[in-house]
T-cell receptor
Framework: QKEVEQNSGPLSVPEGAIASLNCTYS??????FFWYRQYSGKSPELIMF????GDKEDGRFTAQLNKASQYVSLLIRDSQPSDSATYLC???????????FGTGTKLQVIP | EADIYQTPRYLVIGTGKKITLECSQT?????MYWYQQDPGMELHLIHY???????EKGDLSSESTVSRIRTEHFPLTLESARPSHTSQYLC??????????FGPGTRLTVT
């Protein structure tokens, strides 16, 4: 079992819809959770981070964390074609432990 | 905006040459990382550092070496480049517990 698992996709949603991206992790001691967006040929760019159970909203993006179920999700409201990218989930155990990245989910927003 | 720089951005070099990929950050981050990523594939951690004179190997076996003599500088060296080293190399940095910021990457081609 991988430490951080994501469905590789592609996930296709129509423009204006809500895109829901999911990620599960295996280490119950994980403390920090991140979502990165990576356009083809570019570097990953941080879009959200969350440390506590519940929801965290930033513009059209909402990160949701459920530590009991060991999953973290990213919702993108009013999806735009410019949101088409690969979304990477990353999980850290804090302190001097490294952050583990998932393999990423490819999102396609259809105009 | 993150201030992390990588040079060169693109490098085409012949087999057997020694190369050094440069990475510098001006944010005073203690933690720095090198990742390898082939097009459309997942990120693989190859080296990381928690501070000056600290370096560790990552999850992916690599023939490269790194050094951390100054906080802001984390160069990666390949003593003898091979075609199998052709890939994109991404440098990142972070504070303890904080999110990683990525540089623009170096696209290496070994002929």
């Amino acid at each position: 079992q991988k430490e951080v698992e994501q469905n590789s996709g592609p996930l296709s949603v129509p423009e204006g819809a809500i895109a829901s991206l999911n990620c599960t992790y295996s280490d119950r001691g994980s403390q920090s959770f991140f979502w990165y967006r990576q356009y083809s040929g570019k570097s990953p760019e941080l879009i959200m981070f969350i440390y506590s159970n519940g929801d965290k909203e930033d513009g059209r993006f909402t990160a949701q964390l459920n530590k009991a179920s060991q999953y973290v999700s990213l919702l993108i409201r009013d999806s735009q074609p410019s949101d088409s990218a690969t979304y990477l989930c990353a999980v850290g155990t804090g302190g001097y432990q490294k952050v583990t990245f998932g393999t990423g989910t490819k999102l396609q927003v259809i105009p | 905006e993150a201030d992390i720089y990588q040079t060169p951005r693109y490098l085409v070099i012949g087999t057997g040459k020694k190369i050094t990929l440069e990475c510098s950050q001006t944010m005073g981050h203690d933690k720095m990382y090198w990742y390898q990523q082939d097009p459309g594939m997942e990120l693989h951690l190859i080296h990381y550092s928690y501070g000056v004179n600290s370096t560790e190997k990552g999850d992916l076996s690599s023939e490269s070496t790194v050094s951390r003599i100054r906080t802001e500088h984390f160069p990666l060296t390949l003593e003898s480049a091979r075609p199998s080293h052709t890939s994109q190399y991404l440098c990142a940095s972070s504070r303890i517990l904080d999110e990683q910021y990525f540089g623009p990457g170096t696209r290496l081609t070994v002929t």
